[in-house]
């Protein structure tokens, strides 16, 4: 009569471990669904139940870890922008971007067929990092412009003009860094590469639009600087000149 060499035992019960694997071209967490709904239609005998473990489990593990991390990513960016600004209407302008990134990962990710996972999370998490860095650069040159004595709504489009061209080339290179990761249709990196594609395009495309309504509903207040000022008041004051009386 055949037995086992050892007893499993999970949580103080006897267990037995079944192992599987995925075939290529499915998508992980769809059969893993569709198995888990089957196995909850079945009629288990009394004092038999199951657990689903691998990636499931290690996913719920990872998870609870990961969101302690999110929130004091996303503290630290925020503590990062008011230093930088010191003013929260910039820090806000440059985080309105934050949504559209996100919006666009989840669609990326959903078109190339990956569920959320816990590399696609880490690509969100590495996201807000890239995209909020290109708003940084439109937001902080029209700052840098309106203290020169620029007006508000000219310091708003030559700040689009001219910064439009290095955000567009700066999130081109990362797609294309990462496009070969995203094409590989690995399980383990693909879905981290495909949100930040993802988010990258449409963070460049529609933040573009959205940053400078933004700056233009709620202008932050800016110094302008004593160089900048002076030749404005030497403008606007007309000189009179009268003839020296002997």
Known sequence: ??????????????????NAEVQNGYNT??????????????QWPRG?????GGELESRAESFGGLQAATIVALLGIVAVLV???????????VLSVVPFGIAGGI????????????????GFIALIGIETKNSILLVDFTNQLRAEGMSLDEAIERAGEIRFLPILLTSATAIGG?????LQNAGMYSPLAWV???GLISSTLI????TPVMYKLIPPTIEVTKSAAAPAILQQAPAHISPATP
Do not use: H, W
Not at 178 to 182: D, I, R, T, V
Not at 207 to 210: H, M, P
């Open 196 to 198: 930040i594609i993802g």
């Open 83 to 93: 230093l930088e600004f010191g003013s929260f209407k910039s820090t806000l302008i």
């Open 178 to 182: 990462l496009l070969p990761l995203a």
């Open 48 to 52: 038999y139940s199951y657990v689903p």
């Open 1 to 18: 009569m055949a037995a086992p060499t050892q007893i499993d035992r999970y949580n103080r019960a006897r267990a037995v471990t079944i």
């Open 107 to 122: 669609l990326a990710l959903g078109l190339a067929g990956y569920s959320i996972s816990f590399t696609a999370t880490i």
């Open 29 to 42: 967490d769809r059969v893993t669904t569709e198995v888990l709904r089957r196995l909850d239609e079945m």
């Open 207 to 210: 933040a573009r639009i959205v």
